[in-house]
């Protein structure tokens, strides 16, 4: 791991305090394994977003981070045209490079004070329904190559938030977040980041959408999550979205729903094998998500040894470590990516294909020689999707994956 001597510190780090998962939905823990190794038809409800958890730093809205670590450079190349485009209103500063880079943060964590619920902000509204497997012509709970205990119609449970600001017939930007997590912190973060001025941050609708259940070789989760294919992006631009607008008590209070077709509006979100499906959502996604969050990403070999995807990709999301990455041209996305020092998998050598904390650092050196705009996050004392490390990067993560999206 590469530190450098300097650090960007914050006017709001300044005030505060400067510092720098689990599938079942909060970041309160470690995750579950990560895959290779729910949810019905239409019953909805809306509420108001509900609070979070905790307290303590960030960063401006230039991003430079909640890390007590620093970057050892920029790694992004300067882009001429900032993300924007399909919002309303003006833009905020041109992405640039700042932010971009190697971080270490850790061992001692602090709560962002952005990811608990603040008295005065407004809290938008949330809806949950469920989606029924019967409804899907992708995942339909019977694929062949799934485990034979894993066969079987299924409920998946969505939740959507949607921030107070959000004017019904705008063309929203959005987050969709595997596994439904982290749902209190990343709902809090945004109404909060929304509500300050001074953040100058779009109005994003977040997603929560859990699996279709189980997890590692031959189930549900894994068939979703941990396929080197498209599956999972069609599902979500095709079936999950339309599901969302579809929705009754959603489509009452929001007739005109609107999400944003453009790919740096759209963003996706996951921890260990969620954290898999979202850069796989913007490798093969057909360039329609350019914003990519990951957390103790799975980029290991947890694709199913039955999977069609394996004749090309015999060691699943472990590609991404080798030649996929690298050989390519380089795409135009935004990468988010973290791991823990005792992620998983991190005493096994390289021939396992299955070392979490070498995937995820093996992808970051990648993307610094490809030129992509990254921001890779070492974390010390850190195991798999460590609910510190989220609630401390949190709101810093997503002023940097957002900066230069128009703004209402």
């Not at 991190?346 to 490809?370: F, G």
């Not at 798999?384 to 993560?397: A, F, S, Y």
Request: with cysteine.
């Amino acid at each position: 791991m590469i530190r450098s001597s300097t650090c960007t510190i914050s006017l709001l780090v300044a005030l505060s305090i400067a510092a720098c998962g689990s599938d079942n939905g909060a970041a309160d823990g470690s995750g579950g394994s990560g895959g290779k190794g729910s949810n019905g038809s239409s019953s909805s409800s809306s509420s108001s977003s509900p609070s979070s958890s905790s307290s303590s730093s960030s960063s401006s809205s230039s991003s430079s981070s909640s890390t007590s670590g620093s970057t050892s450079g920029t790694g992004g190349t300067d882009d001429p045209d900032p993300n924007g485009g399909g919002g309303q209103g003006g833009t905020v500063d041109p992405v640039g490079t700042e932010g971009d880079g190697d971080f270490e943060i850790g061992p001692n964590y602090q709560d962002a004070p952005e990811i608990k619920r603040i008295d005065g902000v407004p809290q938008g509204r949330t809806f949950t329904f469920s989606l029924s497997s019967r409804e899907s012509e992708i995942f339909t709970g019977h694929d062949p190559t799934l485990n034979d205990n894993a066969k079987g119609d299924f409920n998946r449970r969505v939740e959507v938030a949607i921030p107070a600001t959000y004017v019904d017939g705008a063309e929203a930007p959005f987050m969709v977040v595997q596994d439904a997590r982290d749902r209190n912190e990343i709902i809090n973060t945004i109404n909060n980041l929304v509500a300050d001025p001074n953040n100058r941050f779009p109005s994003v609708i977040a997603i929560f959408a859990a699996s279709g259940g189980g997890d590692s070789y031959g189930s549900e989760r894994g068939l979703e999550y941990d396929t080197m294919s498209d599956a999972y992006q069609r599902f979500v631009d095709t079936e999950l979205l339309e599901a969302v607008k579809n929705d009754r008590a959603v489509h009452a209070a929001y007739p005109n729903l609107k999400f944003t077709s453009n790919p740096d509006g759209r963003a996706t979100y996951g921890c260990s094998s969620g954290g898999a499906a979202a850069l796989t959502m913007g490798w093969f996604g057909h360039d329609t998500y350019r914003k990519i969050v990951t957390y103790s990403g799975t980029f290991v070999d947890q694709q199913n040894p039955r999977a069609p995807t394996e004749a090309e990709y015999p060691d699943g999301a472990w590609e991404y470590t080798e030649g996929l990455i690298r050989e390519s041209p380089r795409k135009p996305l935004r990468i988010f990516l973290q791991v823990g020092d005792n992620d998983l998998g991190s005493t096994r050598d390289e021939a396992s294909h299955h070392n979490w904390v070498m995937a995820n650092q093996r992808v970051a050196a990648i993307l610094k020689e490809k030129g992509y705009h990254y921001r890779f996050v070492y974390a010390k004392g850190a195991g798999h999707c460590e609910g510190r490390v989220i609630k401390q990067t949190l709101p810093d993560t997503l002023r940097w994956m957002w900066r230069g999206y128009p703004v209402d």
